[in-house]
């Protein structure tokens, strides 16, 4: 699913949704809401496998509960980004209360990994006054997605498995992929997306690089 070109072009001054146009023929898999035990390592594998290098966001709880799969992703060259410290899903939050929970996010990142996170990413992509202004007082890019996978309406590895085929025939040079890796559905999902991608040609290493490189909004 891809977001409405209304509002991509609304929001376009603070929001990245695709890769800088130096790494057009590149696509970005991100993964949300980890680290998760029995779940990220199997990502991190598969990704490996593929010389791919992703963006994970976090949820900072998770990190505390799972510092050292927080240290693993990163030295294993990924990135990883903030997705707030409790999953705020509020509508309307508090922007104090908001800035807080993020803030405690970034910290228990640089706790577990020595780096405080450069990427930001609004939980549930939920965009209000406090998320837009969060990843500017803290110096992050705001990262959002072009390609919306859907993987967790998918709780059966056959279903993942097709999902994952699908993706990789939709997916578009310079695409940012939402996922997630909260489910082992997940790993059914890589094992045909990776492949299917890097069968038609795309640099699953450079988009990081060339985010990386444009820095905040
Ligand atoms: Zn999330």
């Given at each position: 699913m891809r977001p409405s070109p209304l509002t991509t072009a609304l929001l376009a001054p603070f929001l990245v949704r695709r890769l800088p146009a130096?790494?057009?023929g590149s696509v970005l898999l991100t993964f949300d809401d980890g680290p998760v035990r029995g779940v990220t390592e199997g990502v991190l594998d598969r990704l490996a496998e593929h010389s791919a290098r992703a963006l994970f966001f976090v949820v900072g709880r998770q990190v505390e509960a799972a510092a050292d799969l927080a240290r693993t992703v990163v030295e294993s060259g990924h990135a990883v980004g903030n997705h707030s410290h409790t999953h705020v899903m509020a509508r309307l939050p508090v922007p104090g209360a908001y800035f807080s929970d993020v803030r405690l996010c970034s910290a228990a990142v640089e706790r577990a990994t020595g780096q405080a996170p450069r990427f930001f990413r609004a939980p549930g992509g939920r965009i209000h006054p406090a998320s837009l202004a969060v990843s500017r007082r803290f110096g992050m890019a705001h990262v959002l997605w072009?390609?919306?996978?859907?993987?967790?309406?998918?709780?059966d590895p056959g279903a993942a498995a097709d999902l994952g085929r699908r993706l990789a025939v939709e997916a578009r040079g310079g695409d940012i992929v939402l996922l997630h890796?909260?489910?082992?559905?997940v790993h059914p999902l890589l094992d045909q997306l990776l492949p299917g991608l890097t069968a038609r040609g795309?640099?699953?290493?450079?988009g990081l690089t060339a985010l990386d490189r444009e820095g905040p909004q």
């Amino acid at each position: 699913m891809r977001p409405s070109p209304l509002t991509t072009a609304l929001l376009a001054p603070f929001l990245v949704r695709r890769l800088p146009a130096a790494a057009s023929g590149s696509v970005l898999l991100t993964f949300d809401d980890g680290p998760v035990r029995g779940v990220t390592e199997g990502v991190l594998d598969r990704l490996a496998e593929h010389s791919a290098r992703a963006l994970f966001f976090v949820v900072g709880r998770q990190v505390e509960a799972a510092a050292d799969l927080a240290r693993t992703v990163v030295e294993s060259g990924h990135a990883v980004g903030n997705h707030s410290h409790t999953h705020v899903m509020a509508r309307l939050p508090v922007p104090g209360a908001y800035f807080s929970d993020v803030r405690l996010c970034s910290a228990a990142v640089e706790r577990a990994t020595g780096q405080a996170p450069r990427f930001f990413r609004a939980p549930g992509g939920r965009i209000h006054p406090a998320s837009l202004a969060v990843s500017r007082r803290f110096g992050m890019a705001h990262v959002l997605w072009s390609l919306d996978s859907l993987d967790w309406q998918c709780n059966d590895p056959g279903a993942a498995a097709d999902l994952g085929r699908r993706l990789a025939v939709e997916a578009r040079g310079g695409d940012i992929v939402l996922l997630h890796d909260f489910s082992p559905v997940v790993h059914p999902l890589l094992d045909q997306l990776l492949p299917g991608l890097t069968a038609r040609g795309f640099d699953l290493s450079g988009g990081l690089t060339a985010l990386d490189r444009e820095g905040p909004q």
